[in-house]
């Protein structure tokens, strides 16, 4: 019997003749950060995003954080926002400025020379990042709470020694209606507020490949309907090639303690590829008589 088969598997990819790796490094981006509006600090994105830029005067927040979060965070507010009409205290004239989220990180030494992924979960509404000075990403691509960005920071990481990540946020305007921008929205009784959630709204996190990675997996399950005696698993994901030449790569995949799959993968230089396993060419893919678990 097979229980949540579906639940419990792990990838991974090595280059062949190279070093085998079950698992990437993953360093969430959550405490420590400093915030600050522009408003208040005009200092550039260039400058800001520098080791040695001063940030005494900023707020400490962990993220994921609106800007009214961070600034209630830091008790900013002699009264509380949640009473009566103390809401419309809120009213900032900062509030209509890009605001400054800086955090400084650095990696442990066995990520040396790997390949270096930013990955944005949700930002509100758009942002600019910049990377120890260097302008990673534009607020023409990283635009929309809702969406999964990963930027390649490789050429720009630090590998001994600390790193800054500036990310200059800009808030939603006009949230859902015509011209605006498609952001976070509530029903049409609920009041706004001042700042429209603008911030980071979900993780951060870095992530580091061996020069080809693996993202997006996917275990989907069918059944010969109406009998439910065996279960036919299809294995999916993304296979990255993060360099610049050919690689053969081996995708590799465990579900449970018994159950595994490979497929040798040719990627060109900076391509992307779906792989696949299907039932119908890995028999060891079909589970007789599963735990099936139903809602």
């Given amino acids: 019997m097979k229980s949540f088969f579906f639940l419990f598997m792990i990838m991974s990819a090595r280059q062949l003749l190279g070093q085998s790796r079950s698992e990437n490094f993953q360093l969430i981006l959550h405490d420590d950060w400093r915030m600050q509006s522009s408003f208040t600090d005009s200092a550039t994105g260039a400058q800001v995003s520098q080791k040695n830029f001063p940030v005494n005067n900023w707020y400490k927040i962990t993220v994921p954080s609106t800007i009214i979060a961070g600034l209630l965070a830091n008790n900013e507010y002699n009264f509380d926002p949640f009473y ?67 930027l390649d920071i490789t050429r720009h990481i630090n590998y001994t020694g600390a790193n800054v990540l500036a990310i200059e946020i800009l808030r939603p305007f006009n949230p859902n209606k015509r011209d605006g921008d498609l952001a976070i929205d509530y029903a049409d009784w609920i009041h706004y507020p001042p700042d429209y959630n603008g911030g980071i709204v979900n993780n951060l996190e870095i992530k580091t490949y061996d020069q080809v990675g693996i993202r997006y997996p996917l275990v989907t399950t069918k059944f010969d309907l109406p009998y439910l005696d065996v279960a036919h698993l299809q294995v999916d994901a993304e296979l990255i090639n993060y360099t610049d030449k050919e690689k053969d790569a081996v995708v590799k995949g465990k579900i449970n303690d018994d159950i595994q799959f490979q497929q040798k993968i040719h990627l060109l230089p900076n391509e992307k590829k779906e792989v696949s ?17 139903w809602p």
């Fill in 84 to 150: 009566g009409k103390n809401f419309e205290k809120l009213a900032d004239k900062r509030l209509d400025h890009p605001w400054w989220f800086r955090k400084e990180f650095s990696l442990p030494a066995s990520e040396k020379n790997k390949n270096v992924i930013l990955k944005l979960h949700g930002i509100n509404y758009k942002a600019n990042v910049w990377m120890n000075g260097i302008l990673i990403a534009d607020s023409s691509h990283i635009k929309g709470p809702f969406r999964m960005i990963e």
């Fill in 277 to 293: 396993f299907r039932s119908a060419d890995y028999p060891q893919l079909n589970i007789k008589k599963p735990q099936i678990w």
